[in-house]
């Protein structure tokens, strides 16, 4: 018996997991196309939205335990954010300062359910709270976003929302046909995420 204890030690202080069945630990990336980060912004003349599908991001994450932990990031190019409109899309890459920040990411810290062990299911979503760190026009503060995941056709389907003031990171609102935005924009992912081989 103290043979197979000392066996057990010495795999966990190597850092081996003895039981490899039982944790899953994988890498997860958005599926080209259809994940999406948005935001919403209030404007006098008529509220307007953003979208960016031209994404990148690695997340790990053991989908059977999410109590394992999940580590992670996602990026989008500032540029390839469009409202629709190619005016309010200029106004707002300055307010961004596309041309020296070309980038908004955001690193997992911690990702929050209201139950570990937790395993995500293909009929229930499972919410969680996911806290981390959201870099926008060269700064970057700790952010929290309201989020959902569940399983899809064996792709992991994740949403998320979260409100803040573009003050927060130094923006100025831009200002659109003498109009200004507001400060506080809603912003949002939508993510398929499939599990990389």
């Given at each position: 018996?103290?043979t197979?204890?000392?066996?057990?030690?010495?795999?966990?202080?190597?850092?081996?997991?003895?039981?490899?069945?039982?944790?899953?630990?994988?890498?997860?990336?958005?599926?080209?196309?259809?994940?999406?980060?948005?935001?919403?912004?209030?404007?006098?003349?008529?509220?307007?939205?953003?979208?960016?599908?031209?994404?990148?991001?690695?997340?790990?994450?053991?989908?059977?335990?999410?109590g394992?932990?999940?580590?992670?990031?996602?990026?989008?190019?500032?540029?390839?954010?469009?409202?629709?409109?190619?005016?309010?899309?200029?106004?707002?890459?300055?307010?961004?300062?596309?041309?020296?920040?070309?980038?908004?990411?955001?690193?997992?810290?911690t990702?929050?359910?209201?139950?570990?062990?937790?395993?995500?299911?293909?009929?229930?979503?499972?919410l969680?709270?996911?806290?981390g760190?959201?870099?926008?026009?060269?700064?970057?503060?700790?952010?929290?976003?309201?989020?959902?995941?569940?399983?899809?056709?064996?792709?992991?389907?994740?949403?998320?929302?979260?409100?803040?003031?573009m003050?927060?990171?130094?923006?100025?609102?831009?200002?659109?046909?003498?109009?200004?935005?507001?400060?506080?924009?809603?912003?949002?992912?939508?993510?398929?995420l499939?599990?990389?081989?």
């Open positions: 018996m103290p197979i204890v000392a066996a057990l030690v010495c795999l966990v202080v190597s850092g081996l997991d003895p039981f490899p069945a039982v944790a899953e630990t994988a890498h997860w990336v958005p599926v080209a196309g259809q994940s999406l980060v948005s935001f919403d912004a209030s404007f006098p003349p008529g509220d307007f939205s953003g979208f960016g599908r031209d994404l990148t991001g690695d997340f790990e994450a053991d989908a059977s335990d999410l394992q932990g999940v580590t992670g990031y996602l990026s989008v190019q500032v540029k390839t954010i469009t409202t629709g409109s190619d005016g309010r899309d200029k106004d707002m890459y300055k307010a961004l300062s596309a041309d020296r920040f070309p980038t908004i990411y955001f690193v997992i810290q990702v929050e359910a209201p139950s570990f062990p937790l395993g995500v299911s293909e009929h229930n979503d499972t969680l709270t996911i806290q760190r959201l870099s926008i026009a060269g700064v970057e503060r700790v952010k929290r976003f309201s989020g959902r995941v569940r399983f899809k056709q064996g792709r992991l389907w994740v949403r998320g929302e979260s409100r803040f003031k003050t927060d990171f130094g923006i100025k609102p831009p200002q659109h046909l003498l109009f200004r935005v507001k400060d506080e924009v809603g912003v949002g992912f939508d993510l398929l499939e599990r990389r081989p």
